[in-house]
């Protein structure tokens, strides 16, 4: 089945514990980026990447990092996790070639920062 | 800044009624506008979307229209079912900007449809 996944779905943590949030997608997609949901704002790109080492800032990237050494994942690390960061977390990927290619998404991580 | 700009931010329909939900943007190199579906615990799904060229798509229940000159988007539910009831996002893209194929999306709206 093709899909994105993502882990661990749910995640409390505290104030500057680094954490990593995986992405796995196995449809041989080069463009995957990652979005944060918060009420009211929709959804906002935090990273994405090309293809495996090229990545780049989306919208929202301060205190996050990403890499991108396989094609099939993009781990969204916070080093040192604020409570602003508590948000509701996508990953997606899509064909690289032709923007309208359909984004598939994963089914989110909710953290939680104390 | 929010270049797409959704609206409501919440829309409670009886069943059989119809469900509108209406978006603006800014960014006129916008040309691929896909509206997402959410269900809770899930990751959207795309449902529908429309170039520029066209000012009507339908798929089955649901239509997008497109009005280019005033930089309008809307999606029609027809004969809205309990089913239906989820978050809704408009999104948009484009080739250009910093962010090559990054998807815009509106705040979103909750769509409650009653039986």
């Known amino acids: 089945e093709a899909q994105v996944t993502q882990n661990p779905r749910y995640l409390i943590t505290v104030t500057g514990k680094k954490l990593t949030v995986t992405c796995s997608q196995n449809m041989n997609h080069e463009y995957m980026s990652w979005y944060r949901q918060d009420p009211g704002l929709g959804l906002r790109q935090i990273y994405y990447?090309?293809?495996?080492?090229?990545?780049d800032k989306g919208d929202v990237p301060e205190g996050y990092k990403v890499s991108r050494k396989e094609k099939r994942n993009f781990p969204l690390i916070l080093e040192s996790p604020s409570p602003n960061q508590t948000s509701l977390y996508f990953c997606a990927s899509r064909l690289r070639e032709g923007y309208s290619y359909e984004q598939y998404f994963g089914p989110g991580t909710r953290l939680t920062v104390t | 800044q929010q270049q797409v700009k959704q609206s409501p931010q919440s829309l409670i329909v009886q069943k059989g009624g119809i469900s509108i939900i209406n978006c603006a943007y800014e960014n006129t190199a916008f040309d691929y506008f896909p509206w997402y579906q959410q269900f809770p615990g899930k990751g959207p799904a795309l449902l529908i979307a429309i170039r520029p060229d066209v000012s009507e798509k339908k798929e089955g229940r649901f239509t997008i229209s497109f009005n280019k000159s005033a930089k309008q988007f809307s999606l029609h539910i027809m004969d809205s079912q309990p089913g239906d009831s989820a978050t809704y996002f408009c999104?948009?893209?484009?080739?250009?900007?910093?962010?090559?194929?990054?998807?815009?999306f509106g705040q979103g709206t909750i769509l409650t449809v009653h039986p």
């Open positions: 999104a948009a893209t484009g080739p250009g900007g910093t962010s090559y194929g990054k998807l815009t």
């Open positions: 990447s090309m293809n495996v080492e090229v990545t």
